[in-house]
């Protein structure tokens, strides 16, 4: 991916872009994870819009991003050491801390919550559209609410256009997964969505002890208000297969025998094994970042091939493969259709 700000019809549009955005309209942007959609974080009329081109639920908080340290002024109201050290470590970059809100940003922005997601984004023309537009800036992925995050700028305009003053077009987005957002309380950290920065990263500054993964219980309201609804789900329901290939393609042959049309998602290494009506590669098992990168846009092409089913291979839960673990179970329906039976 090419990331350098050189062209100048770029310029043009991050410069047009700031300017939408100091207008208090909503303007998609290229990250180095995935697409956002952004706005103003510090009017109450520009996060609104933000929530109703989404069609977002209001009660899920939005992630504030900045392109410099002196920008934390207003946006969070203290930052504890630990939280600092992350910062200096992993920003620009995939990390979004959970810190005190402050007195700057609008309420909606964090849902009325009195903590704010904030982090710095690594892709110049995010960077660049925050400076230019001198402002706090409110973004989450900017798909439809429920489908698969944007990677990129087709991605944006088929779920929102007509819906949104603009989208900035870079190319495709990096990472593909969204940033790791972590909750700091004193010197212990808890990841509350896997992503970008993987948990060993977050070890090598912290130590082993003070890094905790969230497990929601089943009866308190979860920390990180997004997680109890439906994401990155396409049309068709999704089912991970936990199982070898012959064991998958006797679900395939099953769900085919019941006149379903079959789509599976499996990596270079497998496709050939399989017989189903439409089979798309997401990158290399051998190298789970290709993965990450390709997940969103392979789940969005089984929209357009309109299959009635979708059966997904599974993947290690280390390094990044924990982020892409949590989103594929996230776009999964939970009971699988059963494997082995005739
Ligand atoms: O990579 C990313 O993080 C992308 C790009 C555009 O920066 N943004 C993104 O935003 O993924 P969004 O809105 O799709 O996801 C934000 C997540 C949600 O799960 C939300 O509940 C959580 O962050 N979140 C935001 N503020 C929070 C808060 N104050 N407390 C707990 N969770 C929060
Ligand atoms: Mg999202």
Not at 208 to 214: P, Q, S
Not at 314 to 321: D, H, L, S
């Amino acid at each position: 991916m090419d990331k350098s700000v050189d062209n100048l019809s770029t310029t043009r549009s991050i410069l047009e872009a700031a300017e939408r955005i100091k207008k208090n309209e909503v303007v998609a942007f290229p990250t180095e994870t995935v697409y956002g959609l952004g706005a103003n974080a510090c009017s109450d009329e520009a996060v609104k819009r933000i929530f109703e081109a989404k069609g977002r639920p209001v009660d899920n908080p939005l992630i504030v991003h900045i392109a410099s340290f002196n920008q934390l002024n207003g946006v969070v109201r203290h930052i504890p050491e630990t939280a600092k050290k992350l910062m200096e470590r992993f920003w620009p970059g995939p990390l979004t801390l959970i810190l005190p809100k402050g007195e700057r940003i609008s309420q909606y922005a964090t849902a009325g919550l009195q903590t704010i997601g904030v982090r710095m984004p690594d892709h110049p023309v995010a960077l660049a559209l925050i400076e230019a537009a001198n402002l706090p800036i409110a973004a989450p992925s900017a798909n439809r609410s429920g489908k698969p995050s944007p990677t990129a700028a087709e991605h944006v305009l088929t779920d929102l256009n007509g819906k949104i003053a603009g989208v900035i077009d870079a190319g495709s987005a990096g990472i593909g997964v969204e940033s790791t957002v972590i909750e700091c309380k004193g010197d212990q950290i808890t990841i509350l969505r896997p992503g970008g920065i993987t948990q060993s990263e977050l070890e090598e500054v912290l130590s082993k002890e003070n890094v905790h993964e969230y497990k929601p219980s089943k009866t308190a309201a979860p920390k990180s208000p997004g997680m109890k609804y439906t994401h990155y789900s396409p049309d068709a329901p999704v089912y991970l297969i936990d199982a070898t290939a012959e064991d998958m393609q006797q679900v395939i042959d099953k769900e085919k025998a019941n006149g379903k049309r079959v789509g599976v998602l499996t990596t270079e290494e497998k496709k050939h094994c399989y017989h189903a009506d439409y089979v798309v590669a997401c990158g290399e098992r051998s190298n789970l970042f290709t993965v990450a990168e390709q997940l969103y846009s392979a789940l969005r092409t089984f929209d357009d091939q309109h299959v009635d089913i979708i059966l997904s291979e599974t993947f290690p839960k280390e390094g990044i493969g924990e982020a892409i673990m949590n989103r594929l179970e996230k776009a999964a329906v939970k009971e699988n259709p059963s494997i082995g039976e005739p």
